[in-house]
Antibody, heavy 123, light 107 residues
Framework: QLPLQESGPGLVRPSETLSLTCTVS??????????WGWIRQAPGEKLEWIGT???????YFNPSLKSRLSMSVDTSKKQLSLTLRSVTASDTAVYYC???????????????WGQGTAVTVSS | AVWMTQSPSSFSASVGDRVNINCRAG??????LAWYQQRPGRAPKLLVF???TLQSGVPSRFGGSGSGTNFTLTIDHLQSEDFATYYC?????????FGQGTRVEVK
């Protein structure tokens, strides 16, 4: 069983809302030892940081996506959720969730990544 | 956002080679630099964080060095399973940013 597993619709129409979930197979989603992140990679492009979920529920969103983005965690379901509104073709990408380690100063980096889920925005 | 540039973008190597992959940050990122390996169809795998700290379970033939703006990932005695794409990432400032990737191919 993969530690992190993303799931999503595969195909979304332009202007609609993209909803993704990431299922965490162990109990680490409830741990204060980790943060959680979403990252995406469009075809032929660099990996792009989408946002970070900190322990306690606060978030950081990439300014390029902030106005359209929501992220949440449901510890009872062991799931992370990402919602991206008003999608366009430029949102076509493989979307990854990741568990983040952090150091004593709070600097954090992805320790474990999911396999990714491909999303195409097209009519 | 901090621009990250990797060089080369791709190259060919043979099993047993020592290879270096370079990563340059557009501004100071201290030692807050990670390296990842990605094989086709697989999740990225953390190799190095803090510029030089090897992630638990990663073979010792992998090593990271550098600080400030210039970093290097070195693979000693390249193995067949090491043919993959490698990414650097800075996490000193938000948003975290990645290099474009370096693909290591079989010669």
């Amino acid at each position: 069983q993969l530690p992190l597993q993303e799931s999503g619709p595969g195909l979304v129409r332009p202007s609609e809302t993209l909803s993704l979930t990431c299922t965490v197979s162990d109990g680490s989603i409830s741990s204060s030892s980790f943060y959680w992140g979403w990252i995406r990679q469009a075809p032929g492009e660099k990996l792009e940081w989408i946002g970070t979920l900190f322990f306690g529920g606060s978030t950081y969103f990439n300014p390029s996506l902030k106005s359209r983005l929501s992220m949440s965690v449901d510890t009872s379901k062991k799931q992370l959720s990402l919602t991206l509104r008003s999608v366009t073709a430029s949102d076509t990408a493989v979307y990854y969730c990741a568990r983040l380690m952090y150091d004593a100063s709070g600097y954090n980096w992805p320790e474990i990544w999911g396999q990714g889920t491909a999303v195409t925005v097209s009519s | 956002a901090v621009w990250m540039t990797q060089s080369p973008s791709s190259f060919s190597a043979s099993v047993g080679d020592r290879v270096n992959i370079n990563c340059r940050a557009g501004q100071f990122v201290s030692h807050y630099l990670a390296w990842y390996q990605q094989r086709p169809g697989r999740a990225p795998k953390l190799l190095v964080f803090g510029a030089s700290t090897l992630q638990s379970g990663v073979p010792s033939r992998f090593g990271g060095s550098g600080s400030g703006t210039n970093f290097t990932l070195t693979i000693d005695h390249l193995q067949s399973e090491d043919f993959a794409t490698y990414y650097c990432q800075q996490y000193y400032t938000y948003p975290p940013t990645f290099g474009q990737g370096t693909r290591v191919e079989v010669k």
